[in-house]
């Protein structure tokens, strides 16, 4: 599938770093932050994951399609040995994406995410959206409203609404391929396929704040990645790069300029 993408810094100068996403989010959500990777002479690729953003939509939502994406990329932008970041559900593609693809990224960076399996736990995020009519919606304002009574977050609620968008008729739409995300919940959450050992240098961060990636899940990722560095960035949670993007940099750059 060809994803679209944002494209940030020159593509002559250094390693390029390839991100994706998590579940409910797209290239946006990285913008702000990819300036500074840019201005530290990186090339960055922003992609929106199949059914986010405004990729094409499809039927088939597994790790296996979206490694798939993600290497057709990489092939496509004629890209030598980059680094891919992914948070969340980008995670899980990336982990998926360096097994499946073994070389052809240099480095990895895997942001609060383990290799296991995750119970689904977006329930009410989906009830609140599907609470929304979009027929009959007028405003952000209004649909901010009824997602307030599933999810109390304003920061999630903001996140999750930068999905609606007005079409050519001027009504409001889903980005998000909502029926096929809502079908394919539990696969999300699921382990990842294939597992074999991962020799690319991998960096795993997680909030200090976030339940995502527990102490015994390092025992895990070290058998998978043996050439791992972990990071734990103090005071955030799920969201790390938004919720500490100074804090998350600074691993991020000291990742990338460690030898391995």
């Known amino acids: 599938m060809k994803l679209y993408y944002r494209q940030l810094g020159e593509t002559e100068t250094g390693t390029p770093l390839v991100i994706?996403?998590?579940?409910?989010?797209?290239?946006?959500?990285?913008?702000?932050?990819?300036?500074?990777?840019?201005?530290?002479?990186?090339?960055?690729?922003?992609?929106?994951?199949?059914?986010?953003?405004?990729?094409?939509?499809?039927?088939?939502?597994?790790?296996?399609?979206?490694?798939?994406?993600?290497?057709?990329?990489?092939t496509d932008q004629d890209l030598k040995d980059p680094v891919v970041i992914g948070h969340s559900m980008g995670g899980k593609t990336v982990m998926q994406f360096a097994m499946n693809y073994p070389g052809q990224a240099s480095r990895l960076v895997v942001i609060d995410i383990a290799p296991k399996f995750?119970?689904?736990?977006?329930?009410?995020?989906?009830?609140?959206?599907?609470?929304?009519?979009?027929?009959?919606?007028?405003?952000?304002?209004?649909?901010?409203?009824?997602?307030r009574e599933y999810e109390s977050n304003l920061g999630v609620r903001q996140f999750l609404l930068k999905n609606l968008y007005r079409d050519e008729q001027d009504q409001f739409a889903w980005r998000l391929n909502l029926?096929?995300?809502?079908?394919?919940?539990?696969?999300?959450?699921?382990?990842?396929?294939?597992?074999?050992?991962?020799?690319?240098?991998?960096?795993?961060?997680?909030?200090?704040?976030?339940?995502?990636?527990?102490?015994?899940d390092e025992t895990i990722i070290k058998r998978i990645f043996p050439n791992v560095v972990f990071?734990?960035?103090?005071?955030?949670?799920?969201?790390?790069?938004?919720?500490?993007?100074?804090?998350?940099?600074?691993?991020l750059f000291d990742f990338l300029e460690k030898p391995f």
Request: aromatic residues 8%; glycine residues 8%.
């Open 118 to 147: 995750y119970p689904v736990h977006h329930a009410e995020i989906l009830r609140g959206f599907n609470a929304i009519n979009l027929a009959t919606l007028k405003s952000r304002n209004e649909a901010d409203a009824i997602l």
């Open 179 to 216: 029926p096929i995300i809502e079908r394919e919940i539990h696969g999300i959450g699921e382990d990842l396929r294939y597992v074999q050992t991962v020799t690319a240098p991998t960096l795993f961060v997680r909030g200090s704040e976030s339940g995502y990636i527990s102490d015994d």
């Open 231 to 251: 990071e734990t960035i103090q005071g955030a949670g799920h969201w790390v790069q938004a919720e500490k993007p100074a804090e998350f940099l600074d691993v």
């Open 20 to 74: 994706l996403h998590g579940l409910f989010g797209s290239s946006d959500n990285w913008l702000t932050i990819s300036k500074t990777m840019a201005d530290h002479g990186h090339p960055v690729y922003l992609l929106d994951q199949r059914n986010h953003g405004r990729s094409p939509h499809s039927d088939v939502h597994d790790y296996d399609s979206m490694a798939a994406d993600l290497m057709e990329f990489i």
